[in-house]
T-cell receptor
Framework: AQSVTQLGSHVSVSEGALVLLRCNYSSSVPPYLFWYVQYPNQGLQLLLKYTSAATLVKGINGFEAEFKKSETSFHLTKPSAHMSDAAEYFCAVILSSNTGKLIFGQGTTLQVKP | DAGVIQSPRHEVTEMGQEVTLRCKPISGHNSLFWYRQTMMRGLELLIYFNNNVPIDDSGMPEDRFSAKMPNASFSTLKIQPSEPRDSAVYFC???????????FGSGTRLTVV
């Protein structure tokens, strides 16, 4: 069973527009949730993480995500897209703190048009 | 802190040859992970270690793949013999505490011809 699902493999927005990247998880217990960004030919960089503290999490580069238990969602948003935000974004989940096993979604490629 | 260091950054090898990828985790991190990234399959967890001990290798695709972590500051992923379908970017990541997330290296781009 897929533990984390990202809706939309490609998202295209205009510069200055709202960015919304969707992520849903499947877990019976509150997991640890993360968003990573990957720029071309680079490794993965942690954007933000949810670890059962505040449900609205702020990350780097103006991104934030809200944990909604009732919707099992952890969508990533940014009010105003910059050209430099063009990258691939991965939602990831750790279901068990005992194993620490990080499971990734399939990724969403964000395109920002001028 | 230099982060997670992987070497080499790029590797081109002929089918049948042995390939060894190397990783130096962040000092003090007690968990280390090897991932493979391809267009078709995305990011796949191959194996992970906790305190130098392999915990879960269920993601290792075949017996041709093996990984070791002889000490807290070094790990290798070996493919022998290599095949063209092994071509991918291989990432190493390390973690100190589960809720901190992982820190990834820059990856090794492997091409098997």
């Amino acid at each position: 069973a897929q533990s984390v699902t990202q809706l939309g493999s490609h998202v295209s927005v205009s510069e200055g527009a709202l960015v919304l990247l969707r992520c849903n998880y499947s877990s019976s217990v509150p997991p640890y949730l993360f968003w990573y960004v990957q720029y071309p030919n680079q490794g993965l960089q942690l954007l933000l993480k949810y670890t059962s503290a505040a449900t609205l999490v702020k990350g780097i580069n103006g991104f934030e995500a809200e944990f909604k238990k009732s919707e099992t969602s952890f969508h990533l948003t940014k009010p105003s897209a910059h050209m430099s935000d063009a990258a691939e974004y991965f939602c990831a989940v750790i279901l068990s703190s005992n194993t620490g096993k990080l499971i990734f979604g399939q990724g969403t490629t964000l395109q920002v048009k001028p | 802190d230099a982060g997670v260091i992987q070497s080499p950054r790029h590797e081109v090898t002929e089918m049948g040859q042995e390939v060894t990828l190397r990783c130096k985790p962040i000092s003090g991190h007690n968990s280390l992970f090897w991932y493979r990234q391809t267009m078709m399959r995305g990011l796949e967890l191959l194996i992970y270690f906790n305190n130098n001990v392999p915990i879960d290798d269920s993601g290792m695709p075949e017996d041709r793949f093996s990984a070791k972590m002889p000490n807290a500051s070094f790990s290798t992923l070996k493919i022998q013999p290599s095949e063209p379908r092994d071509s991918a970017v291989y990432f190493c990541a390390s973690s100190g505490q589960v809720n901190y997330g992982y820190t990834f290296g820059s990856g090794t781009r492997l091409t098997v011809v």
